[in-house]
């Protein structure tokens, strides 16, 4: 704890010498006096509920060295106490481990080269519907693997090739991956690629397999996205198909856009047939498709969301945008997902039959005018039902923006959300109101105030409010630092359809982040 303290105590003085460059002649460099080919970066989050009497450390510190052909690097981080997800905690309520480090030899170059990776390490094939390898710290999903990978190229080829294994719940590697991804890039109008993988669970059971095959063709103001894969278990294919059916899986990804003037749409549909790709254990994914849902910036429209399945979920997705002058923008979008029929692998393998269900519904339409060089105004309105905790919610937004100048933004956005718990019917009212100063790029501050009106029994309203200040500064070029003060809502963090639940908070809350 102490080490890590002091680490990023000395990241954060170090960054902050180039506050004072403006009067030394010296570059960035030669006043932090870094060695050449070294890289850190540190990660902090501190907070004090004074409710709770919680104290929650969260830290991550990146070293990365490069010469030449070689680059190594570790991540030191510390938890105290731990996240309360299992998912993240790994049975630990302390943790303070070197949790990443790899070394990397490169040969090469862009065209024609070869990289070899031992250690820990990410990777991605295609949109993730066979192998999604990836860390996103606002959901707290790291997904890593231990082992090593080797990426080539030659002529128009790409080869990933890699074994290794990821981290479960109790901080065991245990099921071993093992992943080939090939992409052909020899036509100007079209990329084809072809994935596989493969777990072997340390018990007896049988491997679970996944193929895909995917192309990208491009042309004129057309682009298209298409993957398609299989799932095979032998175990499944016996004890549930009674060894007459090699497939029980299977899944189907498009996206295409189309652009014309000034107009666009793009579109996506989804069809995950029993196709999760996970540990023996169930608790790693390394598969994570593409969720055909809108990830909003406002407040209220993430308030009720939809995870992401991939085994039972068949959607579709379509954004339509058009300017229609230089000062007027709109936006249209409309979603949809459902769970499968009967007849899907998902529900034989159950043994089930349920009738198809609406999952999620999304309508988001939006309209952004600009009056002048300092005004600009945002109407929106949103639309969602979700089956998980069967609510409707309405909810129109009203955005107003003014540039003083180049530098100084005043804006203040109105949230309202109408919500229907279609379960026990109960009716309730959410007001969010945020009024943020942006002094670019150093300065912002946010108050945001949150208002939830309840009406449990007939004529009698309870009414909870929630408001926070948050001020964020960039110390030189090298550090972001953020405080928020006051009290906050609880509610989901989404992104790609991974949902992660953030408690009500009252208290303090800071956050730096410095990078050298």
């Known amino acids: 704890m102490k080490i890590i303290l002091f680490s990023a105590l000395l990241l954060f003085f170090l960054s902050t010498s180039q506050i004072y460059s403006q009067f030394d002649e010296m570059s960035d460099r030669e006043l932090i006096s870094l060695p050449q080919g070294l890289g850190l970066s540190n990660q902090m989050k501190y907070s004090y509920d004074v409710n709770k009497e919680q104290v929650i450390f969260e830290d991550w510190l990146n070293m990365d060295y490069r010469r030449g052909i070689f680059?190594?690097?570790?991540?030191?981080?510390?938890?105290?106490?731990?996240?309360?997800?299992?998912?993240?905690?790994?049975?630990?309520?302390?943790?303070?481990?070197?949790?990443?480090?790899?070394?990397?030899?490169?040969?090469?170059?862009?065209?024609?080269?070869?990289?070899?990776?031992?250690?820990?390490?990410?990777?991605?094939?295609?949109?993730?519907?066979?192998?999604?390898?990836?860390?996103?710290?606002?959901i707290r999903i790291d997904n890593n693997l231990l082992g090593f990978k080797i990426e080539g190229r030659y002529a128009d080829f790409r080869l990933t090739a890699l074994s290794g294994m990821a981290e479960n719940d109790n901080a065991e590697r245990k099921d071993i991956l093992?992943?080939?991804?090939?992409?052909?890039?020899?036509?100007?109008?079209?990329?084809?690629?072809?994935?596989?993988?493969?777990?072997?669970?340390?018990?007896?059971?049988?491997?679970?397999?996944?193929?895909?095959?995917?192309?990208?063709?491009?042309?004129?103001?057309?682009?298209?996205?298409?993957?398609?894969?299989?799932?095979?278990?032998?175990?499944?294919?016996?004890?549930?198909?009674?060894?007459?059916?090699?497939?029980?899986?299977?899944?189907?990804?498009a996206n295409g856009s189309f652009y014309y003037e000034s107009f666009s749409v793009t579109g996506e549909y989804k069809y995950y047939d029993n196709y999760s790709f996970t540990s023996q254990d169930g608790t790693i994914f390394y598969n994570t498709p593409p969720a055909g849902r809108k990830d909003y910036t406002y407040v209220l429209l993430n308030r009720h969301p939809s995870a992401l399945n991939q085994s039972n979920e068949q959607g579709f997705q379509v954004d339509f945008n058009y300017n229609l002058s230089f000062d007027t923008y709109f936006n249209l979008l409309y979603g949809q997902t459902?769970?499968?029929?009967?007849?899907?692998?998902?529900?034989?393998?159950?043994?089930?039959?349920?009738?198809?269900?609406?999952?999620?519904?999304?309508?988001?339409?939006?309209?952004?005018?600009?009056?002048?060089?300092?005004?600009?105004?945002?109407?929106?309105?949103g639309y969602s039902e979700e089956r998980e905790a069967n609510t409707k919610n309405l909810t129109p937004i009203v955005e107003a923006r003014y540039y003083f100048d180049a530098i100084n933004t005043l804006k203040i956005i109105i949230e309202h959300q109408h919500t229907t718990d279609r379960t026990t019917t109960e009716q309730y009212f959410t007001d969010v109101v945020t009024l943020e100063?942006?002094?670019?790029?150093?300065?912002?501050?946010?108050?945001?105030?949150?208002?939830?009106?309840?009406?449990?029994?007939?004529d009698r309203k309870v009414r909870r409010l929630w408001s926070f200040l948050q001020v964020g500064y960039k110390l030189g070029t090298h550090t972001d630092v953020s405080v928020l003060f006051g009290t906050r809502q609880a509610g989901n963090i989404c992104i790609g359809g991974v949902c992660r639940f953030e408690p009500e908070f009252s208290g303090v809350e800071l956050r730096m982040f410095t990078r050298l």
């Open 71 to 138: 680059t190594a690097g570790i991540r030191f981080e510390v938890f105290q106490p731990n996240d309360p997800n299992p998912a993240i905690s790994r049975g630990k309520e302390r943790y303070t481990d070197v949790a990443y480090k790899y070394f990397d030899i490169e040969l090469g170059d862009i065209e024609e080269g070869l990289k070899l990776t031992a250690g820990n390490f990410y990777s991605l094939f295609g949109r993730g519907l066979i192998l999604k390898s990836y860390e996103d710290r606002n």
């Open 178 to 253: 093992q992943a080939v991804d090939l992409e052909y890039r020899g036509l100007n109008f079209l990329k084809l690629g072809g994935s596989f993988a493969s777990n072997t669970p340390e018990s007896n059971a049988a491997r679970t397999r996944l193929a895909a095959i995917r192309l990208q063709p491009s042309f004129w103001n057309f682009d298209f996205y298409g993957e398609y894969g299989i799932k095979q278990n032998d175990d499944i294919k016996l004890s549930v198909f009674n060894d007459k059916r090699e497939i029980i899986g299977n899944a189907l990804y």
């Open 338 to 381: 459902e769970t499968l029929p009967a007849s899907s692998f998902y529900q034989r393998v159950l043994n089930t039959n349920n009738p198809v269900l609406l999952k999620h519904k999304e309508v988001f339409v939006q309209g952004i005018h600009s009056w002048n060089d300092k005004f600009t105004t945002i109407a929106a309105f």
């Open 437 to 458: 100063y942006l002094r670019s790029p150093k300065l912002s501050i946010s108050l945001v105030s949150e208002l939830q009106t309840k009406e449990p029994t007939p």
